[in-house]
């Protein structure tokens, strides 16, 4: 028989369930590494696999990773730009962004699609977004920064054909319309002399449509403002009820079959776009009329509640509201 020496207290060896233990924290813990490696790996196979730059970089702006759709913007590998400032791609003339940026970010705030440009190795400029989120340890402490550049050349580009589009068929709108106007005018002068009234009425109508379109054609032109919703205002003094009459005046040379009425709001003068609001207007009056049987009624009641106007088109049952703060639309009441 064997005699085996029992572990006690004076010595390092291990009973059997402390190295039970041991063992299974042993595996534990290597499991957990390999766990993190898998997700590390995962993770470095999502970065490099992005269409988009994605660039590390500490609080001072010297970058610490660089994936390959980085080096593919703007051409440089990873050995060149690790350790270099990030101020390597920003030019010159776009100095003053970073030390705005790296602020922001050092508060605690992130940058979403900063659209601006950068230089590529081969000094091309390249127009990108770039959005940038602070890097937090345990504590929350911001130890570096994180970067997603997307490269919107391309996009850029088809907005600038878009625009030059736009721009050369507005221009074209406006040859001929500009005939139609001379040819309209003549017209009107001519019934003026033989004392016609219906097609002196008609055609000055006409007149107004024209001059209208050509104003529409203008708002195209300036397709910067209208895509940062932006649009230039001609303010001036007018009465709701005149404008009510011009449209209804002209709905009813176009559906003659139909009663149009007005109500209410008979003193409100308004300081505002009248050509804006008048084509509001008229498309609600134009809609009421498309959807009344002819012969049927189109009523236009006004209320006032303060600064707010309320105008209501009814027709055949049907209610077509349209509610407007007047200081929405930039107008006042005098």
């Not at 009329?289 to 106007?309: H, M, P």
């Amino acid at each position: 028989m064997r005699n085996f020496k029992a572990a006690d207290s004076s010595t390092n060896e291990l009973g059997p369930t402390e190295l039970s233990t041991n063992i299974q924290e042993q595996k534990s813990l290597l499991a957990a590494l390999q766990l993190a490696e898998e997700r590390s790996a995962m993770l470095a196979a999502i970065v490099d696999s992005s269409d988009d730059a994605i660039i590390s970089k500490n609080l001072n702006g010297v970058v610490t990773s660089w994936n390959l759709s980085a080096q593919r913007i703007f051409g440089y590998s990873a050995e060149e730009m690790i350790g270099e400032s990030i101020m390597k791609l920003i030019p010159k003339d776009r100095a003053e962004e970073e030390p705005k940026i790296l602020s922001v970010l050092k508060s605690g705030q992130r940058v979403d699609h900063f659209e601006t440009q950068r230089v590529t190795k081969q000094g091309r400029l390249i127009d990108v977004s770039l959005t940038i989120s602070p890097v937090k340890n345990t504590t929350g402490k911001i130890i570096g920064l994180s970067k997603i550049a997307r490269d919107i050349t391309d996009k850029k580009l088809e907005e600038q054909r878009k625009n030059d589009f736009i721009a050369i068929a507005s221009h074209e709108l406006k040859t001929p319309l500009t005939s139609v106007r001379s040819y309209i005018q003549l017209a009107l002068a001519k019934a003026r002399n033989s004392s016609d009234a219906f097609t002196e009425n008609i055609l000055s109508r006409a007149e107004v449509q024209t001059t209208r379109m050509v104003a529409m054609i203008h708002d195209f032109l300036d397709l910067s403002r209208l895509e940062d919703g932006k649009m230039s205002l001609n303010l001036s003094r007018f009465t709701l009820v005149q404008l009510m009459d011009d449209l209804m005046a002209e709905a009813k040379i176009l559906a003659p079959g139909h009663i149009i009425t007005y109500q209410g709001c008979t003193n409100l003068e308004m300081y505002a776009d009248r050509e804006k609001i008048s084509q509001v207007l008229s498309n609600l009056l134009s809609n009421a009329v498309k959807y009344s049987l002819a012969g049927t009624f189109v009523r236009i009641d006004c209320t006032r509640e303060q600064n707010n106007v309320s105008i209501n088109f009814t027709d055949q049952g049907w209610v077509l509201i349209y509610l407007t703060s007047l200081d929405c639309l930039s107008a006042s009441i005098v």
